[in-house]
């Protein structure tokens, strides 16, 4: 289900555990609400240069947007995209990938987000997705 507010599409999460997202895909969310911010806020802009030349004389609106929700959407941005976040190395096509690769260990879809989240590099990182993989481990050394 999809609803819009001031032009854009959302979606509607009727299940909130069906709805999961990956880090990579909140940053991309994200970017996408920051980029459009900024288009609006240039053309309000210019509007009001126009209204104030005389150019135009039609009413104007201006998105009204609160100055803690930016900040809170510019703190995660900054905070998806440090250097030491997978979320630079991904990609969609990547993430598609790696959960298909996941299908055949029996992963339920909120171990398969931790490991894309993670993107962990050794073995014992995932211990912290799967506990009784330790004990897995374990027994094949």
Known sequence: MRYHIND???KQVVNARSALLSNFEVLTLLRELDADHIARTKTAIRVKKEE???KNSHESYAEE???NLRTVEL???QY???DYQPTLHQSDAGISQLVRGLEPFGLSKSEKLQ???LAPTEAVELYVVR???RAYHDKMD
Request: glycine share 10%.
């Open 80 to 82: 998806l995209s440090a």
């Open 8 to 10: 854009c599409v959302f």
């Open 131 to 133: 506990p009784g993989l």
């Open 52 to 54: 104030a030349a005389g």
């Open 65 to 67: 947007i609160s100055e």
């Open 115 to 117: 490991i894309v989240n």
């Open 75 to 77: 703190e995660a941005i």
